[in-house]
């Protein structure tokens, strides 16, 4: 089975500080892409990757960058926390167009 | 932009009923729908999924309709369990999305499914 890991599931942080979230698939698929889900607003795409060191911008990029060294690893970086970036973030992975494999999520809350 | 958006925010239903969730869509380019349900505390989980060629699909208990001319989409489960109780999106891509088919998804709100034992 496919396996999407993001590396915490709870983190609190203060405003201003540099945060990173990272998350690993196991099944060397090609895309991953970053969500942050919110109470009424459903998933919204931050980032995607369709290869190595290829990123483009989501729906809601701003205050956010992205990071794929690796094919099995893409981390979200938020430079500097603002507290409307309080939210839980989802990682996902897809071999190609379509079905996407999910984490966990990580509760990130930003006082 | 376009999006995805779904009727009712919440269904209750008891045990051993049908359920049926609502979605519509606005994007008259999207071909492929998905319908994910996510458990409380978990990741979104792919129930089932269709393109736009088809207007009916089953899996196992659940039913996926699709009707294109008034861009609507249903999920449809059969004999509903406590453990079906969560939320469930659905969600569309085309195969121009961001310009090739990269599984660019678009959510919809969700619907919060609870069923009563």
């Known amino acids: 089975d496919v396996k999407v890991t993001q590396s915490s599931r709870y983190l609190v942080k203060r405003t201003g500080e540099k945060v990173f979230l990272e998350c690993v698939q196991d099944m060397d698929h090609e895309n991953m892409f970053w969500y942050r889900q919110d109470p009424g607003l459903g998933l919204r795409l931050i980032y995607f990757s369709y290869d190595v060191k290829m990123k483009e911008k989501g729906d809601i990029p701003e205050g956010y960058s992205v990071s794929r060294e690796k094919k099995e690893r893409f981390s979200l970086i938020l430079e500097s926390a603002s507290t409307n970036q309080t939210s839980m973030y989802l990682c996902a992975s897809s071999l190609d167009a379509g079905e996407l494999f999910f984490g966990e999520g990580s509760r990130l809350t930003v006082l | ?117």
Not at chain 2, 12 to 20: A, L, P, R, T, Y
Not at chain 2, 40 to 58: A, L, V
Not at chain 2, 63 to 88: C, E, F, M, R, W
Request: glycine share 10%.
């Open chain 2, 1 to 117: 932009g376009e999006s995805v958006g779904l009727h009712l925010p919440t269904l209750s239903v008891q045990e051993g009923d049908n359920s049926i969730i609502n979605c519509a869509y606005s994007n008259s380019a999207s071909d492929y729908f998905i319908w994910y349900k996510q458990e409380s505390g978990k990741g979104p989980q792919f129930i089932i999924d269709i393109r736009s060629n088809m207007d009916k699909r089953q899996g196992q208990r659940v039913t996926v309709l699709l009707n294109k001319t008034v861009k609507h989409l249903s999920l449809q489960i059969a004999a509903t369990q406590p453990g079906d109780s969560a939320v469930y999106f659905c969600a569309e891509t085309s195969e121009n999305a961001g310009g090739t088919s990269y599984g660019k998804l678009t959510f919809g709100q969700g619907t919060i499914l609870t069923v009563h034992p």
